[in-house]
């Protein structure tokens, strides 16, 4: 599902305030950490990802990402990536 750019904007205003939530080391990613990502994506569908080298290898490690979660990149800020995978489970009246 493509979010559209009215979505993306308050997307992004909304992660504002958020701090990394996963940070991948030096070890970079693994299923372990995959995993972990998934859970936070589950839990709290919005969440940043401190992503550690160059520009190219940040942007690999974001589209494996995105292409191991089914999650939707946001916004990337530096070695930050904002991501998104809605919850169908998840009740938008409960949402924090």
């Not at 559209?4 to 992660?15: F, M, S, T």
């Not at 504002?16 to 940070?23: C, F, S």
């Not at 693994?30 to 520009?55: F, T, Y």
């Not at 690999?60 to 930050?80: K, V």
Request: proline letters at 4%; zero cysteines; a positive charge.
């Amino acid at each position: 599902m493509a979010l559209e750019d009215r979505q993306k904007r308050a997307l992004k205003a909304q992660a504002h305030a958020l701090k990394p939530v996963v940070i991948i080391g030096h070890k970079g990613l693994h299923p372990n950490l995959i995993d972990e990502i998934r859970s936070a994506l589950d839990h709290h569908e919005l969440i940043k990802v401190k992503v550690p080298g160059g520009k190219d290898t940040m942007m690999q490690m974001i589209e494996e990402i995105l292409t191991a979660t089914g999650a939707e990149l946001i916004q990337r800020i530096g070695g930050i990536a904002t991501i998104y995978l809605q919850n169908p489970k998840r009740n938008r009246a409960d949402q924090t």
